[in-house]
């Protein structure tokens, strides 16, 4: 992706969220913002990911997502769940978390958080879209505001650097 490419794509008005993933005792999550609602009647969000990430072996398998909205001043955590590969580090070792209603992680300083159990995965690209019944969820911060994707700077371009490393 060229740099004026990936500098209109900043412009797209889109939140910045941690989705953490489950498969039974095995947990991971990873930096996202290619999330949106998809229905209201049932409640169906869509995520993307890519297949190569070890949260799409845990998504695939476990089939639940939990979608964590990060705040306006918690850009080092979409740092640190999008520049590391599950493969090789805990990313869930060093920040607070508790398990959800369908045991994938709901980070305890988000925003809010959806829980989500798969029920459609869609090829798409270099990616995968995966629709998501939502289960549950909460508002945990009523007066933060939501940290945007224009916001993050260049942060989405370590994934072009290390392709295949994240998730």
Request: proline share 4%; charged share 20%; with cysteine.
């Amino acid at each position: 992706m060229s740099k004026r490419i990936a500098d209109l794509f900043r412009h797209l008005t889109a939140g910045v969220y941690v989705v953490g993933v489950a498969d039974g005792e095995r947990r991971n999550a990873f930096t996202a913002s290619s999330i949106m609602q998809v229905s209201f009647s049932p409640l169906l969000v869509a995520i993307t990911i890519g297949p190569e990430h070890e949260s799409y072996k845990l998504l695939r398998n476990g089939r639940v997502f939990a979608i964590n909205v990060l705040r306006a001043d918690q850009q080092p955590l979409a740092k640190h769940f999008g520049t590391q590969s599950g493969r090789s580090v805990d990313k869930l070792a060093t920040v607070p978390w508790r398990a959800g209603r369908t045991g994938a992680p709901l980070l305890l300083d988000a925003l809010a958080h959806f829980e989500c159990e798969a029920v459609n995965d869609f090829e798409a690209g270099d990616h995968r879209l995966v629709t998501g019944r939502v289960v549950d969820g909460a508002i945990t911060d009523a007066r933060g505001e939501p940290l945007i994707y224009a916001q993050t700077g260049n942060l989405d371009m370590s994934a072009e650097l290390y392709p295949g490393n994240f998730g």
